[in-house]
C-alpha cells in the first residue's frame, strides 16, 4: 500500500489542524493505521493508531484530549484531527500502515509495514 499524507502547515498554539492520508489499493480496511511524528534531534513517536473497523483507537498520553484519530474506508483515508496545538507538537507527522499488530507493537515504528513521506507541523507560540 502506498500512502500519501497532506495537510500540514504552520499554525499558531491553540490552534487546529486536520491532516489526511490517502491510500492507494483496494484492501484499505484490512490495515491498522497509525500517525508518528518526528521532531528535529529527536526519534519517531507514536501519536494515535486506529483499526481496521475504526472501532477502537488508542492515543499517546500527550495528545490524548486534544488530538483525534479516524478514518474512512471507503474513501481509503485516515485522518488525524489536531485541536490545542502546542509548540511541542512541532514535528514532521507521518501516516503508517500494518496489516497486523498487537500490544506494544501497535505503538512502536518497528510495528509497521508502510509509510507515508511525512508532513511537517510547525506550532508558533
Known amino acids: 500500500v502506498q500512502l500519501q499524507a497532506s495537510g500540514g502547515g504552520l499554525v499558531q498554539a491553540g490552534g487546529s489542524l486536520k491532516l489526511s492520508c490517502a491510500a492507494s489499493?483496494?484492501?484499505?480496511?484490512?490495515?491498522?493505521m497509525g500517525w508518528f511524528r518526528q521532531a528535529p534531534g529527536k526519534e519517531r513517536e507514536f501519536v494515535a493508531s486506529i483499526s481496521r473497523s475504526g472501532g477502537s483507537t488508542s492515543y499517546a498520553d500527550s495528545v490524548k484530549g486534544r488530538f483525534t484519530i479516524s478514518r474512512d474506508n471507503a474513501k481509503n483515508t485516515v485522518y488525524l484531527q489536531m485541536n490545542s496545538l502546542k509548540p511541542d507538537d512541532t514535528a514532521v507527522y507521518y501516516c503508517?500502515?500494518?496489516?497486523?499488530?498487537?500490544?506494544?507493537?501497535?505503538?512502536?515504528?518497528?510495528?509497521?509495514?508502510?509509510w507515508g513521506q511525512g508532513t511537517q507541523v510547525t506550532v508558533s507560540s
Open positions: 489499493g483496494r484492501t484499505f480496511g484490512n490495515y491498522v
Open positions: 503508517s500502515a500494518t496489516r497486523f499488530c498487537s500490544g506494544y507493537g501497535c505503538y512502536d515504528v518497528g510495528g509497521y509495514e508502510y
